[in-house]
T-cell receptor, first 114, second 114 residues
Framework: DAGITQSPRYKITETGRQVTLMCHQT?????MFWYRQDLGHGLRLIYY???????DKGEVPDGYVVSRSKTENFPLTLESATRSQTSVYFC?????????????FGEGSWLTVV | QKEVEQDPGPLSVPEGAIVSLNCTYS??????FMWYRQYSRKGPELLMY????GNKEDGRFTAQVDKSSKYISLFIRDSQPSDSATYLC??????????????FGSGTKLNVKP
């Protein structure tokens, strides 16, 4: 039971570079989410997707792009990385979303922008 | 005002103690309540899931929901050093809006001393 896998787990990049964080789930969950977790802010929703080809913004979407061409994959791209995007990023999935189902998280991707 | 409030701790207890972790919330429409455990440098792991009010027990863990007080609790009996982690509460299920949203507390850091 692989669940949710994220890659890379750790990444250091330079300001201005494009970075893509990958997320793959094996449960065929409809909903997928990207959160960032920062001290003092907790988990903040960046983007979510209700199904393939359906995505929408969360609380903090600026500077990020997502796509979902296949149900099982939900990559997150930082178009031009900034130091403020240094964070730990969690991909998550849910069978039915917040209307009656729980949410499961990946192991996280630690991103440092220098 | 945050939708979900959680004391960040840290909470330090001796091994074998009963631990009480709590969250309060402001939105009376929430119907689904969850507790997650997050070890250092890991993703949040689902511990308990409760629908509406009442208690749910799973081994040493008991989750309580008091919707009239907008208060949820997680009790850990016979706490072990392996329980040392950050515990996040989460809730969802507003039937009128935000079907995509899960609301998370900021987490309480627990340290169980041997």
């Amino acid at each position: 039971d692989a669940g949710i896998t994220q890659s890379p787990r750790y990444k250091i990049t330079e300001t201005g570079r494009q970075v893509t964080l990958m997320c793959h789930q094996t449960w065929s969950h409809s909903y997928m989410f990207w959160y960032r977790q920062d001290l003092g802010h907790g988990l903040r929703l960046i983007y979510y997707s209700a199904a393939a080809d359906i995505t929408d913004k969360g609380e903090v979407p600026d500077g990020y792009v997502v796509s979902r061409s296949k149900t099982e994959n939900f990559p997150l791209t930082l178009e031009s990385a900034t130091r403020s995007q240094t964070s730990v990023y969690f991909c998550a999935s849910s069978l039915q979303g917040a209307r009656g189902n729980t949410i499961y998280f990946g192991e996280g991707s630690w991103l440092t922008v220098v | 005002q945050k939708e979900v409030e959680q004391d960040p701790g840290p909470l330090s207890v001796p091994e074998g103690a009963i631990v009480s972790l709590n969250c309060t919330y402001s939105n009376s429409a929430f119907q689904y309540f969850m507790w997650y455990r997050q070890y250092s440098r890991k993703g949040p792991e689902l511990l308990m899931y409760t629908y509406s009010s009442g208690n749910k027990e799973d081994g040493r863990f008991t989750a309580q929901v008091d919707k009239s007080s907008k208060y949820i609790s997680l009790f850990i009996r016979d706490s072990q050093p392996s329980d040392s982690a950050t515990y996040l509460c989460a809730m969802s299920g507003n039937p009128t809006r935000d079907f995509n949203k899960f609301y998370f507390g900021s987490g309480t850091k627990l340290n169980v001393k041997p």
